[in-house]
């Protein structure tokens, strides 16, 4: 069964057009989700709007209202949204190029991918996302999703486009109210060249696959062994060495020259029993058996 869109419409490079379609990049449909449900019937809960003077109502009797000042609305009906046209609605219009890189992580939101919309649109898109590629800019667009305008960022990727929208700058927050009484002077520079070395020591190559989530991980296998009828395991803490001071943490870790870190995976498990005898040889207490 093919994806579906979020949203079609059209491509737009001054006078250039095609056909598009987009898709989410991403999905949560795999996350582990829990239902509200009552602790004697352990029926489902259902949600059902309440009207403070008349109690239990329908949905079909709900209106969209905005809040102009306290408690009180003005309302919009269906009509009023229609009104609001704007060329975005329908059209990814290119307004801008800037330098891929420029634009800053805490601006960028929900990634999408972006595809020719039918055979007859493939030769213009071709076109557009190689130009797009050989220049290694990011063109800034906006478009309408969930009835708001979005500016967003395409760019080149594989044979397609990706597309990012972006935060509005009203909605970031500026750093000063958090880091603006932390220190500005510099480092000892003998704990700062430890530092960099241990930076050094642990750079690797990026593999999404090494760095699985664990806590929902954790959270499946707890859930298989209720259905089996078992007490959950309880996973021990890892231990904490007592740090005596900044340097002496920097010169120890250095000296363990262990690889960059990476998520455990079930085939791995195995693997950490030697650990605890290392732990154990070195005088650290030994992890806690786990109760069955």
Same mark, same amino acid.
């Given at each position: 069964?093919?994806?579906? &869109? ?5 491509? @737009? $490079? ?46 079909? +009797?709900?209106? !969209? ?9 003005? /309302? ?23 330098? #891929? ?15 020719? +919309? ?33 500016? /967003? ?12 929208? $972006?935060?509005?700058?009203? #909605? ?26 241990? /930076? ?16 929902? &991980? ?7 062994? !209720? $259905?089996?009828?078992? !007490? ?31 998520? !455990?995976? @079930?085939? #791995?498990?195995?693997?950490? @029993? ?15 058996? @786990?109760?069955?």
């Amino acid at each position: 069964m093919a994806p579906r &869109a979020s949203w079609k419409g059209y491509l @737009k $490079l001054s006078l250039v057009s095609c056909p598009v379609r987009l898709y989410p990049a991403t999905s949560s449909s795999d996350r582990i989700t829990f239902n509200q449900l009552h602790k004697d019937t352990h029926n489902r809960i259902n949600m059902k709007p309440v009207d403070p003077e008349l109690g239990l109502v329908e949905r079909a +009797d709900l209106v !969209k209202g905005y809040e102009y000042e306290d408690k009180k609305y003005i /309302i919009i009906d269906e009509q009023d949204l229609d009104s609001v046209r704007i060329e975005s609605n329908h059209t990814m219009n290119i307004e801008a190029f800037v330098d #891929e890189g420029s634009v800053d992580l805490i601006y960028q939101d929900a990634p999408y991918y972006l595809a020719p +919309d039918g055979a007859m649109a493939e030769e213009t898109f071709v076109v557009l996302r190689e130009a797009l590629r050989k220049s290694g800019k990011l063109a800034i667009a906006r478009l309408v999703l969930s009835s708001r305008e979005r500016v /967003i960022t395409i760019s080149a990727r594989d044979t397609g486009m990706f597309v990012c929208t $972006l935060r509005n700058p009203a #909605e970031v927050r500026g750093t000063a109210e958090y880091f603006g009484t932390i220190p500005i002077g510099e480092p000892d520079q003998e704990m700062l060249e430890l530092a960099e070395a241990l /930076i050094k020591q642990k750079t690797t190559t990026f593999d999404p696959k090494n760095y699985e989530d664990r806590y929902e &991980a954790a959270l499946m296998k707890m859930i298989r062994e !209720k $259905l089996k009828g078992h !007490k959950p395991i309880i996973a021990a803490a890892p231990e904490r060495g007592n740090v005596i001071n900044l340097m002496d943490a920097l010169k120890a870790s250095l000296s363990q020259s262990k690889p960059p870190a990476k998520s !455990k995976t @079930k085939a #791995e498990e195995p693997a950490a @029993k030697p650990v605890a005898k290392t732990r154990a040889a070195a005088g650290a207490k030994p992890a806690a058996k @786990k109760k069955v």
